[in-house]
T-cell receptor, first 115, second 116 residues
């Protein structure tokens, strides 16, 4: 089972910031938080990941609470092309030769960006 | 580098037939993963390879499923004696593992299988 809880759906106005929450209250100290998204009929797309510090890249920002039990993915200026299902996943760091390879997806949050 | 590619993109087959899918990972990525996704659900892990070694298999991977990565580059996933329940999107992903920091997985576009 997925270790995260996300709202099933959210709406956001085009041009506004989209803030997608994720609860991962049972996260372990060696587990990272990953975000992927999946646009209809395409493969999942990696967005960002982090351990405990906030992270930012060209796509989004990831804010992780100090106790690491929840996080928020922020799309600063949502566009219609950001309409997708967003998955929050917790996963151990992968050691070379280790077995913790797979991602466990939940049902994610369906984000609808509206004009 | 054009990312992970999968072929075919769509496959329609009759129940009982065998099908084979191919995945070409990002060049020099040493890990390759297979997932299955049914309608309305998130992807489910099937198996993964570290170079040519198959290191983990999900309980979802029944005896009718077999995956190979003979030279540590491309991989094939074969389903024998297909059943209607095998209808799904089959996704391939790859990553480059060089340290203990978890690398992201990059997914291909998927192969959509329909079993009639």
């Amino acid at each position: 089972d997925a270790k995260t809880t996300q709202p099933p759906s959210m709406d956001c106005a085009e041009g506004r910031a989209a803030n997608l929450p994720c609860n991962h209250s049972t996260i372990s100290g060696n587990e990272y938080v990953y975000w992927y998204r999946q646009i209809h009929s395409q493969g999942p797309q990696y967005i960002i990941h982090g351990l405990k510090n906030n992270e930012t890249n060209e796509m989004a920002s990831l804010i992780i609470t100090e106790d690491r039990k929840s996080s928020t993915l922020i799309l600063p200026h949502a566009t219609l092309r950001d309409t997708a299902v967003y998955y929050c996943i917790v996963r151990v760091a992968t050691n070379y030769g280790g077995s913790q390879g797979n991602l466990i997806f939940g049902k994610g949050t369906k984000l609808s960006v509206k004009p | 580098d054009t990312g992970v590619s999968q072929n075919p993109r769509h496959k329609i087959t009759k129940r009982g037939q065998n099908v084979t899918f191919r995945c070409d990972p990002i060049s020099e990525h040493n890990r390759l993963y297979w997932y299955r996704q049914t309608l309305g659900q998130g992807p489910e892990f099937l198996t993964y390879f570290q170079n040519e070694a198959q290191l983990e298999k999900s309980r979802l991977l029944s005896d009718r499923f077999s995956a190979e990565r003979p030279k540590g580059s491309f991989s094939t996933l074969e389903i024998q004696r297909t059943e209607q329940g095998d209808s799904a999107m089959y996704l391939c992903a790859s990553s480059l593992v060089v340290s203990s920091v978890g690398p992201p997985q990059y997914f291909g576009p998927g192969t959509r299988l329909t079993v009639l």
